[in-house]
């Protein structure tokens, strides 16, 4: 089995609401990682504004600090980010490095979403394999430009991370 087939199964096991828009964003970020553009202390200050929020909220989600999304890369979760363990500071440098560092590839990208469609029955979504070829025209057709989760997604599970190289934590 593939690592990006391994990973979906992985993230359809922990999120099982899944929809079209959320499996694109995994195998998007599975091979372009966050695409940090931007002032780094800008991102600093994002990073502290979302985990306030997260660790303030009603319901905080129960994630684990890192869920690998595959190809090296890792979410950080920040409703699960202990500051005095990782400081806001290292988050940053490490969010910043990855998005300096790392391009990926377009070719990758469409090799990923080929194999995943040559797969589809085996994953059990909730949306049919048409719905998946039609929204893989159209994110080709848009040049496959970055997404946000979908409501349900974020409702759900309250996505709050950062991707990160494993290796820049691992240093």
Do not use: W
């Not at 300096?100 to 080929?114: F, M, V």
């Not at 989760?149 to 991370?161: F, G, I, M, Q, W």
């Amino acid at each position: 089995m593939s690592e990006i087939i391994q990973i979906i199964n992985e993230h359809l096991d922990r999120y099982p609401e899944m929809e079209i828009n959320d499996l694109f964003k995994l195998i998007y970020q599975n091979e372009y990682g966050g695409g940090f553009v931007g002032n780094a202390e800008e991102n600093l200050r994002k990073i502290r504004e979302d985990y306030d929020k997260i660790t303030n909220a009603r319901r905080r989600p129960k994630v684990d600090l890192y869920e690998d999304i595959g190809n090296g890369f890792l979410r950080v979760n920040l409703g699960a980010l202990d500051p005095a363990v990782l400081p806001f500071e290292k988050l940053n440098e490490a969010v910043v490095a990855t998005g300096q560092t790392h391009r990926g590839s377009r070719d990758a990208l469409r090799e990923k979403i080929r194999e995943v469609r040559e797969h589809f029955g085996e994953f059990g979504f909730d949306f049919e394999e048409v719905t998946f070829v039609l929204f893989s025209s159209a994110m080709e057709e848009a040049c496959y430009p970055p997404i946000d989760h979908s409501d349900t997604y974020r409702v759900l599970y309250k996505p709050a991370y950062r991707i990160v190289k494993k290796e820049l934590l691992e240093q």
